[in-house]
């Protein structure tokens, strides 16, 4: 029988109190003072750091922002980095986020299953958006979810594909009753501006619409606003979101 597990955000109060001092302080780049590297006797360990990717093509009315995640920090915990997102949430005059529906005629995410796992392990889809599981394998799945409880569950015979569901906003976790090992992760994102960084930790942002946007990261770790930026014609460049496991209540 699988044992669910409940993440909690331990380190959430304490980065978040440092990076509420840096709300407002623009495209700066850099962490905010809380978040900066420490300096121990013996330097921590960098997991990832990468160059500022290239910026896309110019589309009038646009900008683009482009950075990375670093980690830093001696703790022994893992850190998956490929269970992260980054979001940029648009803000009004009073700094509150601003959403909007997703169109009804999006095309659908798929989630494939070919033996008794599902791939990708993570994904993210705009909350709304139809997401399809497909089935290529001999297994039969009877998927759920306890964030979506009772309302949800997926029949998923062999070679079948399901009907689409649509999720709200949020990471939903998915479980399947027939094999206890098998499990994934969708984060369904309350903006239209998600990425998820690759495997050097860079992410970007193409053909973002000029205007003031929150910064905010979600992991399995930390999650919450990093800083306010101003997305202009001109880009943003070196965007860097720092992690910093010294700092994460274990």
Same mark, same amino acid.
């Given at each position: 029988?699988?044992?669910?597990?409940?993440?909690?955000?331990?380190?959430?109060?304490?980065?978040?109190?440092?990076?509420?001092?840096?709300?407002?302080?623009?495209?700066?780049?850099?962490?905010?003072?809380?978040?900066?590297?420490?300096?121990?006797?013996?330097?921590?360990?960098?997991?990832?750091?990468?160059?500022?990717?290239?910026?896309?093509?110019?589309?009038?009315?646009?900008?683009?922002?482009?950075?990375?995640?670093?980690?830093?920090?001696?703790?022994?915990?893992?850190?998956?980095?490929?269970?992260?997102?980054?979001?940029?949430?648009?803000? *009004?005059?009073? &700094? $509150?986020? @601003?959403?909007?529906? /997703?169109?009804?005629?999006?095309?659908?995410?798929? =989630?494939? #299953?070919?033996?008794?796992?599902?791939?990708?392990?993570?994904?993210?889809?705009?909350?709304?958006?139809?997401?399809?599981?497909?089935?290529?394998?001999?297994?039969?799945?009877?998927?759920?979810?306890?964030?979506?409880?009772?309302?949800?569950?997926?029949?998923?015979?062999?070679?079948?594909?399901?009907?689409?569901?649509?999720?709200?906003?949020?990471?939903?976790?998915?479980?399947?009753?027939?094999?206890?090992?098998?499990?994934?992760?969708?984060?369904?994102?309350?903006?239209?501006?998600?990425?998820?960084? *690759?495997?050097? &930790? $860079?992410? @970007?942002?193409?053909? /973002?619409?000029?205007?003031?946007?929150?910064?905010? =990261?979600? #992991?399995?770790?930390?999650?919450?606003?990093?800083?306010?930026?101003?997305?202009?014609?001109?880009?943003?460049?070196?965007?860097?979101?720092?992690?910093?496991?010294?700092?994460?209540?274990?």
């Amino acid at each position: 029988m699988h044992r669910e597990k409940t993440v909690r955000f331990a380190s959430f109060g304490v980065i978040l109190s440092a990076i509420t001092a840096g709300l407002g302080s623009g495209c700066s780049g850099g962490p905010p003072p809380d978040l900066a590297p420490p300096t121990p006797k013996e330097p921590p360990r960098e997991q990832r750091t990468v160059l500022p990717l290239p910026p896309p093509a110019d589309v009038p009315g646009t900008g683009w922002v482009n950075g990375d995640v670093t980690v830093l920090g001696r703790s022994s915990r893992p850190v998956d980095l490929a269970r992260i997102v980054v979001l940029l949430e648009p803000v *009004d005059g009073r &700094g $509150a986020a @601003r959403w909007k529906p /997703v169109h009804s005629e999006a095309e659908p995410a798929v =989630i494939e #299953s070919r033996s008794s796992a599902f791939q990708p392990s993570f994904d993210a889809v705009r909350a709304g958006q139809p997401l399809m599981f497909s089935n290529h394998g001999p297994l039969r799945h009877r998927l759920f979810s306890t964030e979506l409880g009772s309302r949800v569950r997926v029949e998923l015979a062999p070679r079948r594909r399901s009907e689409p569901i649509r999720l709200p906003a949020g990471a939903i976790r998915f479980f399947c009753s027939l094999h206890p090992d098998e499990n994934f992760v969708v984060f369904s994102s309350p903006t239209d501006h998600f990425a998820l960084p *690759d495997h050097t &930790g $860079a992410y @970007r942002f193409s053909t /973002v619409p000029e205007g003031r946007y929150l910064l905010s =990261i979600w #992991s399995e770790l930390v999650e919450g606003p990093v800083r306010q930026i101003v997305v202009t014609s001109s880009g943003v460049s070196r965007e860097r979101i720092w992690i910093n496991l010294d700092l994460i209540d274990r």
